[in-house]
Each structure stands twice: as C-alpha cells, then as structure tokens.
C-alpha cells in the first residue's frame, strides 16, 4: 500500500497572490502543444503560419479553460453552482471538466479559424496529435491535488489519498497520464505525416480518447451529486459517448466529403 505524498498544491506565495502545481499543469500543457505543433510546421516548411499557430492556441486556451470550469460545474454539480454562482470563478480550487475545455476550445478555436478563413479541419488535426501531450500534464495536475482517486482496490500500488478515507484506491489519474497522456500522444504523433483527408486524425483523436476515458471511467470513484444513469453509468462516460459517436460522424462526413466549406 502506498500513500500519497500530499505535496502542497502552492508552490509559492506573495502576498495574496498564489501560484498552484494545478495552474503550472496547464501552462506546461500549453506550451507543449505549442512546441510539437510548431515542429509539425516546421516539418512541412510552413514556418511562417507560427503567428496564427500562437493566436489559435492562445484564444483556444481561453476557450479551454472557460469551458472546463463551465463543464465541471455544471456537467456534474449543477445544482450546488446555480445556487452559489460565485464558486464558479475559484478555479484554483481545481474542478475542470476535460468535456467542456474541449468544447470551449473548440468553439474558440473555429471562430478564430474561420474569421481567417483558413481550414479548420486541418489545424485539428495538426493540433489533435499533440493534444494527449497536454492532457498528460492535467492528470499530474489532479494527482498532485489528489482529486479524481480511484476505488478501493488490493492491488499493492494502491494509493491512499487524503480526501478518499483509509483504504488504498486505484491512483487512476496515473493511469489516465500514462495511457490517455503519453501513449496517446505516441500514436497519434506516428500518424501525423500521414496525407489524410483534413479531419481523419481530429476524429480519430476523439474516438481513442473518448473508448479510453470510457473503460478508466470504471476504475474512478464517482464524484457526482446525482445517481448513476442506468445504475452503472457516470456522467463522464456519457460525455464520452457522445465524443465517441462525434467521432464516427465526423468520419462519415469526410469521406463524405460533406460539408467541407462549413469546416
């Protein structure tokens, strides 16, 4: 049995200002998307579309983390936040949805695109085969807070956390990391060369990620105010689902080769 190391989530402090691991996650998280997207320009001799890259990424940022507060307050705890809206500003208190960053990303994100009138499809998919990278850093993040345990297990790398009680519990947002996070990320990179119809690798980003979560989301302890649909589904494999079945359409649609002027 293991027990968490209980690193304090301030890394430090002035005054009232306080720098968190949480934050530093997604900072990292940025800027590696933005190294490996980068180099993927740099691959195809587009070194002079870095400055649109930047402004994506940055206003897609915004996006992200609007949308992961949004999401995780009202996904799973809707009723707690509409009646103390002024707890959904405390970010630093950790509570980000990766369904909704992914939506306020990627609404953020096809404004800025098509205002430029660029391809949206094909800066998804140069963006979704780094994009595990990132999520790699969030589940540090959440494992250094010691927010989204596992259930009890025996296995003798369970983990007791400070907020889960005594007995040792899958350190799931390990797993998440390595799988979702670092193999992810390897195997979408191999596929980035391949000379697809713009979209391919965007939805197959969403359907990997989204059976992966799917099956981690059976280890995780449910952190929901509301009852489990159907007796045995969280609220994140429902979001999945849909990611999953978003996937497959928007296969469709590019072999399709349907709607193409709208993406």
Known sequence: MLIHPQI????????????????????????????FTRYQLKERNLTHL???LENLLFYSFLGLILGARLGFCFFYYPDYFLTHPWEIIAIWKGGMSFHGG??????????YVKSKGQSFLWWADLIAVCAPIGLFWGRIGNFINGEIYGKPTSLPWGMVFPEGGSLPRHPVQ????????????????????KEWAPGTKFAIFLISYGVLRFLFEFLREPAQ??????????????????MIAFGFLLLYLVRMRTFQKIF
Request: with cysteine; hydrophobic share 55%; net charge neutral.
């Open 50 to 52: 870095y400055p649109f």
């Open 174 to 193: 390990l797993y998440e990391g390595l799988v979702t996070g670092l193999l992810l990320f390897l195997f979408l990179w191999s596929l980035r060369k």
């Open 8 to 35: 304090d989530p301030v890394i430090f402090k002035i005054g009232p200002f306080e720098a968190r691991w949480y934050g530093l996650m997604y900072v990292i998280s940025f800027f590696c998307v933005l190294f």
């Open 102 to 111: 992914l939506i306020g990303a990627l609404v953020v994100g096809y404004g």
């Open 225 to 242: 105010s509301f009852d489990l649909i159907f007796g045995w589904m969280t609220m994140g494999q429902v979001l999945c689902l849909g």
